[in-house]
């Protein structure tokens, strides 16, 4: 790369025009005449005209694999409101065959322009997605992935009710006669038996679906400048499908990544550092003890100041959900 202007994040020299490179690694960094001396009748040179170049992005926590799931599916990250999401599912299901799952990630209450009528602690109640898909379960989760909702079909496709308890570290938000909403908080999601109703895929749909949103997923985080992506916790038949796309070339990005399997043999059997020339790395284990401040999961020494008073009936979670005991958290942690 020459005639740029370059950020090399190097205080004894901020900016250069030129760069050399070879398998992946810089060699040299300096002026065009420093870097000429590289090239040579094999060299590819791209001419950067004065535009600046910079580092590749490090993402420090994200997941990887949702984000091709997501293109795959409705994408609500950017939803002003629960009217557009409803308007996105009824658009969804016409599509849909019947009784098809309508999947959805990325929706984040405060980021609406309103609060939904009727709702429950700010979070609407499944009537409306029932009206625009009484047929079709539907699922989406919330931004933070530690919430979820759905609607009825769903939730009786699931067995959940109104006699349906709590599971540990978990929470059926319900209604004042003691009805799910559809807001399912940390494990409570768990709950949700997704593709319920449907034919079982076969080994090579799920590998194929599977290497399809891996292979989103690189052209999205490449595409926004990301070349090194830590990814906070996968299973090892996910990453053992990454690891068959980078021995194919098929996987651009740097991956970094927590398992979120605890088998003391398993965790030493996947264990890799730059396996694929600096491709992969597998060196550590990802636990969740509590949830998150969108879905009032986080586990918090006081009750959250923004959680409707009276909230009818009351919330079991008006400080946040511990999901796992700290007696478990230990001895993960002497696992790994």
Request: net charge neutral; charged share 25%.
């Amino acid at each position: 790369l020459r005639g740029g202007r370059v950020a090399t994040l190097d205080p004894a020299l901020p900016e250069a025009q030129a760069i050399a490179a070879r398998d992946g690694a810089i060699v040299a960094v300096g002026s065009n005449a420093d870097i000429a001396r590289y090239v040579g009748s094999s060299t590819q040179v791209i001419e950067l005209d004065g535009q600046l170049g910079i580092p590749g992005f490090i993402e420090g926590h994200g997941h990887f694999n949702n984000i091709g799931e997501g293109k795959m599916n409705l994408e609500l990250m950017g939803t002003k409101s629960w009217n557009e999401i409803v308007q996105m599912v009824a658009q969804a299901v016409e599509k849909a065959k019947p009784g098809q799952w309508i999947i959805g990630r990325g929706w984040h209450q405060e980021k609406w322009t309103s609060t939904p009528e009727p709702n429950v602690e700010g979070f609407p109640t499944h009537a409306s997605l029932d009206k625009v898909s009484p047929n079709n379960p539907v699922l989406l989760t919330h931004a933070s992935g530690h919430a979820s909702f759905a609607n009825q079909k769903a939730l009786e496709l699931s067995g959940i009710g109104a006699a349906t308890p709590n599971p540990d570290g978990g929470e059926i938000l319900k209604d004042k006669t003691g009805n799910p909403t559809g807001l399912l908080r940390e494990t409570a999601s768990r709950l949700i038996k997704r593709g319920a109703g449907e034919p079982t895929p076969t080994a090579e749909e799920t590998e194929t679906r599977g290497r399809r949103a891996l292979e989103l997923a690189d052209q999205e985080v490449i595409s926004k400048g990301i070349t090194s992506f830590q990814d906070a916790g996968s299973t090892f038949e996910l990453i053992n499908r990454v690891k068959r796309m980078i021995d194919e070339g098929k996987m651009r990005v740097r991956l970094w990544m927590m398992a979120r399997e605890y088998d003391p043999e398993a965790l030493a059997a996947n264990r890799v550092v730059g396996y694929g020339n600096n491709k992969l790395t597998v060196r550590a284990i990802k636990i969740t003890a509590d949830g998150a401040h969108g879905s009032r999961g986080a586990w918090l020494l006081e009750p959250y100041s923004d959680l409707p008073e009276g909230s009818v009936p009351p919330s079991t979670s008006r400080v946040g959900l511990p999901s796992v005991s700290m007696d478990l958290v230990r001895k993960r942690a002497q696992v790994a």
